[in-house]
């Protein structure tokens, strides 16, 4: 095998998420590390939950992107400390999502360490459509395509979309 042309986190920073292919893993903020130790390559990645049924595709994508790439021995490890919040989501990430209809989360809610509070207030904040941009849609479903997302309304263009749901 030729030795790689690119480096290994070149190639572990084009590998797309299997849940929401328009972003890389490292505009969903998942790709926590990538190190290359004598023609060894440790990708380190952070699941946007504990039991995310998408680590085994992403495992697969990593090391065969960078197999075909020419790296030949590839380990990928998930890390669950720091947990992955969409804080971590890119700007270029969040534009990504935006363009394809998917309305990006906002900031992800401030909790202490420890317990985490019951909070009896009011709900979740205005989600803006991201197709007109119309500020007060309507919650359809608490879960989507997957368990990160919501399906919302429109009222004014009455089009549905999907929310990454903040974390």
């Not at 969903?28 to 995310?52: A, W």
């Not at 941009?133 to 997957?146: I, K, L, M, N, R």
Request: proline content about 11%.
């Amino acid at each position: 095998m030729n030795a790689p042309t690119v480096t290994a986190a070149a190639v572990a920073a084009t590998v797309t998420d299997p849940e929401l292919p328009q972003l890389t893993l490292a505009d969903l903020g998942i790709l926590r590390g990538v190190d290359e130790v004598d023609g060894r390559v440790v990708v380190t990645v952070t699941p946007t939950y504990s039991g995310c049924p998408a680590m085994e595709a992403i495992h697969a994508d990593l090391r065969g992107a960078l197999r075909a790439a020419g790296f030949a021995e590839v380990e990928v490890r998930t890390v669950l400390t720091p947990a992955w919040t969409t804080d971590w989501i890119t700007e270029a990430g969040r534009g990504k999502l935006l363009a394809e209809g998917i309305s990006p989360p906002g900031p992800a809610p401030r909790r202490p360490s420890g317990p985490v509070p019951l909070v009896l207030g009011p709900g979740p904040r205005a989600v803006a459509c991201p197709r007109c941009g119309h500020p007060g849609t309507e919650q359809v479903s608490a879960f989507s395509a997957t368990a990160c997302r919501e399906l919302r309304r429109c009222p004014a263009c009455r089009e549905p979309f999907e929310h990454v749901k903040e974390i």
